[in-house]
């Protein structure tokens, strides 16, 4: 496993997004995740319940597999679909516009994966799962952390999120609600980012 410093991923995440159009560093705007995931990576996104509890948000399939989906729709339980290397499921709750937030920054994480740790996944010929719990191990808990701050470093790149911030007149709460909107991510999100760069208290 990589030890990835966040200045090394914050230079990963602005080659990626440059890989796929230079320009989204030069004026604040959302980050395409979806697109990048597809068109850059050659990646496919599925919607699937993945649990019947949510528990699993997405899923970065890294080799041909049968992988257990929640059959919701028809209450028949779980069952094993078989899904192709380079498959991101996405767990479908989180279509739901309220989420939007949480579904872009579920296809970062995973996105992330895929970037950071495809060659240990493969290896280990398992899949990468984004929880919402915490991850057992200490090594799961700092691939997850790695994962997590690539895809914050994805969705608000700082060089966009810096003018952005300037840029706005609002007061502190204000420009975390405008930011969030901007960039499209969750406040929560945003104020985590703005306190990261100093931006924020």
């Not at 995440?13 to 989204?24: G, M, N, T």
């Not at 528990?55 to 059959?71: D, H, K, M």
């Not at 200490?138 to 952005?164: C, F, H, N």
Request: one cysteine or more; a neutral charge; aromatic letters at 8%.
């Amino acid at each position: 496993m990589f030890n990835y410093y966040n200045n090394t991923l914050e230079s990963k995440a602005r080659y990626v997004i440059s890989s796929y159009e230079p320009d989204l560093l030069r004026e604040p705007t959302s980050i395409p995740v979806e697109d990048i995931m597809e068109e850059v990576y050659g990646l496919s996104i599925e919607y699937q319940y993945i649990r019947n509890n949510g528990r699993i948000l997405g899923e970065t399939v890294f080799e041909n597999a049968l992988v257990p989906i929640y059959e919701r729709e028809n209450n028949e339980g779980y069952k094993l679909i078989p899904v192709k290397a380079g498959t991101v499921i996405i767990d479908a709750g989180l279509l739901n516009r309220r989420n939007d937030g949480r579904l872009r920054y579920t296809c970062a994480h995973e996105l992330a994966h895929w970037i950071l740790h495809k060659e240990l996944y493969t290896r280990l010929g398992e899949t990468a799962a984004m929880t919402k719990a915490v991850k057992s191990s200490e090594s799961d808990r700092i691939i997850e952390r790695q994962a997590d701050v690539l895809s914050s470093y994805l969705l608000m790149p700082k060089g966009t999120v810096k003018m952005a911030f300037h840029r706005s007149a609002n007061s502190p709460t204000g420009k975390i609600t405008e930011l969030a909107r901007l960039f499209r991510v969750s406040k929560q999100a945003m104020e985590i980012r703005l306190k990261d760069m100093g931006l924020l208290n």
